[in-house]
DNA sequence: TAGATTGTTAATCGATTAACAATC
DNA sequence: TAGATTGTTAATCGATTAACAATC
């Protein structure tokens, strides 16, 4: 789905946000040292996997220690380019619109959602986190004027690709798109799908074979 | 993360709702089949991969002609166990609660969120969706009264272990975590973290290799 | 029949893991 | 020094892909 960059496997980019997250679990709860064994148990990845992961980028332990977490917070933020400001477009205001506007999580790491757009003429006006809802017409110029590179779709499954289209033209980069509609994108645009139902079917997979799987 | 159940590789279970997606656009489009190679387009999965997933569950297709979208759409359906209704139990009853709760794709799936909780007062008696929301007091009854097997945690982050504990002893199977927080459940429980912020960083992984990664 | 596409094998490729020497 | 834990190699394991015979 992604373009293949460079050397690194895919499998370890997708892990490095989730060491990321046991870190500053970590990090918050005053620790300043972690081993790869305290982090496999925390992230439920083989320890000898989370070090070979992080040779990828360079060497950040100590041997007979572990590793600094602040450091390690820091590196893994830089390798994944989260050490810096990223503005983000939010595309549609209802209720999960609001959800994502609202997100602490969001500015933790960096990214301010700092423009959303609606069609709804009822919704065009009014504030959604820190930001006044404008009309889905007034994108291309604001996406351009702030450069923003990162939008989500939060809109109902038929304006996805619509949305998806009009956000990629206006120059967006990385779409993370929480309808169920499979959306296109040209090359070069990210488009990442996070469909909550197709995680619960997954999942469900197991529970169906763990028990019985009682007809209801 | 998951207890390995049977012998069908993770990354099969993984895809297989992927392909239910499509199918089921495809369906609501009106087609009747469809070749490996348009599922393999529409998914971004090789062809031969999506042969290859399928077959670990018998024989779906016709040779020249494809695959029949109803008897596939039903096949995964029944392989996931999604062939019939599971109730939810929803933890958090704010916008993003609001959110979950009024999402059509889940009842399109079979999921129905047939009870809601939180621990604000001010919450507790408002409709969401279709149902009441109850004090999380009333947890453990309302979800072994329902059977319920699957819990959404949809509160603020400090929440989070303490809802996964009270769901996990209340009989829950299967607990979708949508918190930043790493929550330990016990054995037998499948827990499935969905973090929008950590899929951000990944993804932000390849912007920042794309382009000369602008300071802002 | 000719064309298309599956099901399946066999080859490749990459990821995971165990093990251990290096070293803090 | 003794104990701990990394960085890294080498072995294993599994997943991916190409190719093609089977067959609709």
């Known amino acids: 789905m992604t373009g293949t960059q ?7 980019v997708e892990r ?4 990321l997250g046991a870190l500053i679990q970590l990090r918050h709860e005053g620790r300043t040292t972690v081993s790869s ?7 439920g990845v083989n320890p000898a996997q989370i ?3 992080l040779t990828h980028f360079g060497s950040f332990g100590k041997r007979g220690v572990g590793y600094d977490i602040a450091l390690l917070v820091d590196s893994i933020q830089r390798i994944l380019g989260a050490d810096h400001v990223h503005r983000l477009a939010l595309v549609g ?12 999580g969001l500015r933790q790491h960096g990214f301010y959602v700092t423009a ?7 919704k065009v006006g009014k504030r959604i986190g820190d930001v006044i809802v404008r009309h889905v017409d007034e994108l291309p110029q604001v996406v351009a004027d702030q450069n923003i590179r990162i939008a989500v779709l939060a809109v109902p499954p038929e304006a996805a690709q619509a949305a998806a289209d009009l956000v990629c033209s206006a120059g967006v980069r990385i779409i993370l798109n929480y309808t169920p509609a499979l959306v296109h994108v040209p090359e070069g645009v990210t ?3 996070t469909d909550p139902v197709l995680e619960l079917l997954h999942t469900l997979y197991y529970l ?9």
Do not use: C, K, M, W
Not at 96 to 101: D, F, T
């Open 6 to 12: 460079h050397d690194i496997p895919a499998g370890v």
């Open 16 to 19: 490095l946000p989730v060491y």
């Open 37 to 43: 064994a305290r982090l496999g148990e925390l992230t």
């Open 51 to 53: 070090r070979r992961d």
């Open 93 to 104: 205001a209802g209720n999960l619109g609001s959800a994502i506007a609202g997100y602490d």
């Open 116 to 122: 959303v757009f609606d069609n709804d003429p009822q």
């Open 191 to 193: 488009l990442h799908n």
């Open 208 to 216: 169906s074979r763990a028990d019985g799987s009682e007809r209801v």
